[in-house]
């Protein structure tokens, strides 16, 4: 098992593992989810921009030639009302293939992101998960991750 940092040759890899993360969240906690976002030109450029923008980093978990886990962040302003530094590290996707679960390759995924954040000198790192997804939640804050604001939504439709 090796982790990488991915490059464009690298994309529809990364697109099949988002379709997966995409599919696994519309089925269990989000039906308004784009279940073609993956592979859409609006999904594409957003995955370019995370292989091709210094501000971005996307690092593959590879078995060989197959990938089989990703994480996905890249480093925004803070909030105007936060106080401390002036950036913070989003988390935009994380996802490890439902058959390398559990052997420690999303800590060793975690472990990159985390240590490139802190080279990127941002103040934290933001992620933001489905409410009613317990298992993400639960290892989000194994690795540290506190509560820090609360969205609500009320749907009109």
Same mark, same amino acid.
């Given at each position: 098992?090796?982790?990488?940092?991915?490059?464009? &040759?690298?994309?529809?890899?990364?697109?099949?593992? *988002?379709?997966?993360?995409?599919?696994?969240? %519309?089925?269990? $906690?989000?039906?308004?989810?784009?279940?073609?976002? *993956?592979?859409?030109?609006? #999904?594409?450029?957003?995955?370019?921009? #995370?292989?091709?923008?210094? !501000?971005? +980093?996307?690092?593959?978990?590879?078995? #060989? &030639?197959?990938? @089989?886990? $990703?994480?996905?962040?890249?480093?925004?302003? *803070?909030?105007?009302? /936060?106080?401390? #530094?002036?950036?913070?590290?989003?988390?935009?996707?994380?996802?490890?293939? &439902?058959? %390398? /679960?559990?052997?420690?390759?999303?800590?060793?995924?975690?472990? !990159?992101?985390?240590?490139?954040?802190?080279? =990127? =000198?941002?103040?934290?790192?933001? @992620? @933001?998960?489905?409410?009613?997804? &317990?298992? @993400? +939640?639960?290892? $989000?804050? !194994?690795?540290?991750? !506190?509560? $820090?604001?609360?969205?609500?939504?009320?749907?009109?439709?």
């Amino acid at each position: 098992m090796k982790i990488i940092t991915a490059k464009i &040759e690298h994309l529809n890899m990364i697109q099949k593992l *988002s379709k997966k993360l995409i599919l696994d969240d %519309y089925n269990n $906690y989000d039906k308004s989810i784009d279940v073609d976002r *993956s592979h859409s030109e609006k #999904g594409t450029v957003f995955f370019k921009e #995370g292989i091709e923008d210094h !501000k971005n +980093i996307i690092y593959l978990a590879m078995d #060989g &030639e197959k990938a @089989v886990g $990703y994480i996905y962040g890249g480093i925004h302003l *803070s909030s105007s009302w /936060r106080t401390g #530094g002036t950036h913070i590290a989003k988390l935009y996707n994380f996802f490890v293939d &439902e058959d %390398y /679960r559990s052997h420690g390759l999303g800590s060793q995924l975690y472990a !990159k992101f985390k240590k490139w954040s802190t080279n =990127q =000198q941002v103040e934290a790192i933001s @992620v @933001v998960a489905s409410a009613t997804n &317990e298992q @993400v +939640i639960k290892l $989000y804050k !194994k690795y540290g991750f !506190k509560e $820090y604001t609360l969205t609500l939504e009320y749907p009109l439709k």
